[in-house]
């Protein structure tokens, strides 16, 4: 045991204790940061006069070498440190001696780990966004090829109306866009920086916590010393932003199991991205879907663990917080893999377009059409609605869809019919009359491509 505050004590910490209270096992994985925001803050205690500019080399010069060792494998985390911050400032005295002991001056470990942390999450958000942006460029692929992929449109998991891979794969561009837009509203939110902050109530050496800032890529210093070491409401909307991400995939995943399924056939998840039974041999199972699926919960779980978590806990502060950590890394790890995956399965993913062009016939999705057809033809809408009904009627007795009834049939029921009822619920006619902006007629697909294709070379 190595630790940083032996001073008071007059027994060694049990062992028990000791693990239990220890956090490097975990927040290892902040190393990077701690070291750029300890290089940070010995350059502005150089330059506030602090440390002399040797002090402030023999520190810089350490803490590299520290890094460079850590990234070459050479140094391990070792678990006698009981945290990253202790692991660092401990090597950088062994490497450079008493020098070494002065980098903590005006510092605590609770801005210290704030800081690390928005680093941290600084990073991930930027990765998380970089795959994200992907996924936008497969979906958007995706769409320009299937403009005129007829399939049925759902609610209630009822074939409703009528309308295109494009245009279905475009309602998750939207839900993924939304997903980035808010990587990029909490990375401006977090962007404070806590450093200087000291254990709670700043620090009587004169720090220059602007500079620090600056040095660090931060809008500015936060300005409540308290709130800076205590807060840790970025994390909480990270999570519930990337339980958002999980959500989405999650309802995309679900439908791709479901169109993968024996019965739909809407698509094939290639090989590649599938698994098989060990002892049905028939089966070729979706597994990656139903695991990012499955993995929806766990990151939903981090959001709940943190929120609770901080739910009444006094100003400043306090341990418990240390609980903010494996859970926000696993999320955001869970996260980044889900996406990478989901991108690769859709992107591999074949469509059988017959068998979903075969889907919207059978399931009357033009019968709206239909209606829409009388309606043109001046029969009110709602009694257009009960002829189209009958119609529908008849098409079950006979098991056939409304493009397979004759005219005779057709005029039976209502003699408005004529030879052009065909192309009106045609499929191709049903899509492509719905042209308002939004909806999946090709013109208005292509509108909403343009935007959409400026909007990834923007952003
Ligand atoms: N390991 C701690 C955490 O993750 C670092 C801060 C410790 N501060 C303290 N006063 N014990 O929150």
């Not at 007829?150 to 993924?176: D, I, N, R, S």
């Not at 989405?248 to 993968?260: A, G, K």
């Not at 409304?402 to 009822?421: N, T």
């Amino acid at each position: 045991m190595a630790q940083l505050w032996g001073g008071r004590f007059t027994k060694e910490t049990d062992q028990l204790v000791y693990n239990f209270n220890a956090s490097l096992s975990f927040d290892q994985k902040l190393y990077k940061q701690d070291i750029t925001g300890s290089m940070a803050h010995a350059a502005m205690l150089a330059r506030q006069g602090i440390l002399t500019e040797e002090e402030k080399e023999a520190i810089t010069e350490g803490l590299q070498g520290i890094l460079a060792d850590i990234e070459a494998g050479v140094l391990e985390f070792s678990p006698e440190y009981e945290d990253i911050h202790s692991f660092v400032e401990a090597n950088l005295i062994a490497r450079k001696g008493d020098v070494g002991k002065k980098l903590h001056t005006g510092r605590s470990r609770n801005d210290q780990v704030a800081l690390d942390m928005k680093m941290y999450v600084r990073d991930e958000i930027g990765e998380i966004d970089s795959l994200l942006k992907e996924l936008l460029t497969s979906l958007l692929h995706i769409m320009k090829e299937n403009l005129h992929t007829y399939m049925p449109g759902f609610t209630h998991l009822q074939k409703a109306q009528p309308v295109t891979v494009a245009h279905h794969f475009g309602a998750y561009f939207e839900m993924f866009k939304r997903d980035r837009s808010r990587m990029t509203d909490i990375r401006k939110r977090l962007n404070l920086c806590p450093l200087g902050s000291g254990a709670l109530a700043g620090t009587t050496y004169p720090l220059d916590r602007a500079y620090t800032a600056e040095l660090l890529g931060f809008d500015g210093p936060t300005l409540n010393s308290m709130d800076s070491v205590a807060d840790r409401d970025y994390l909480i909307e990270l999570l519930a932003a990337l339980s958002t991400v999980m959500m989405h995939l999650s309802r995309f995943c679900e439908e791709i199991i479901v169109w993968n399924s024996n019965e739909y056939q809407f698509v094939e998840i290639d090989d590649g991205y599938s698994t098989g039974s060990s002892i049905m041999p028939q089966k070729k199972n979706p597994d990656i879907a139903e695991l990012v699926r499955g993995k929806t919960g766990r990151v939903y779980g981090a959001l709940m663990s943190i929120l609770t978590t901080m739910k009444g806990i006094p100003l400043a502060y306090n341990k418990d917080m240390q609980e903010d950590k494996e859970f926000t890394f696993d999320a955001i790890d869970t996260v980044k893999g889900c996406i990478a995956l989901f991108n690769g399965m859709i992107s591999t993913m074949e469509f059988k377009k017959e068998n979903m062009e075969n889907s919207a016939k059978n399931g009357f999705t033009n019968a709206t059409d239909a209606a829409d057809y009388l309606v043109n033809h001046g029969v009110p809408f709602r009694d257009a609605h009960g002829i189209v009904g009958r119609l529908v009627l008849t098409c079950i007795e006979k098991n056939i869809s409304l493009d397979e009834m004759s005219l005779e049939e057709y005029q039976a029921i209502s003699p408005v019919f004529e030879e052009d009822i065909y192309e009106a619920i045609s499929m191709k006619k049903c899509v492509e009359k719905r042209n308002t902006i939004g909806a999946p007629g090709t013109d208005a697909m292509r509108e909403v491509i343009a935007i959409q294709e400026k909007y990834l070379t923007e952003n």
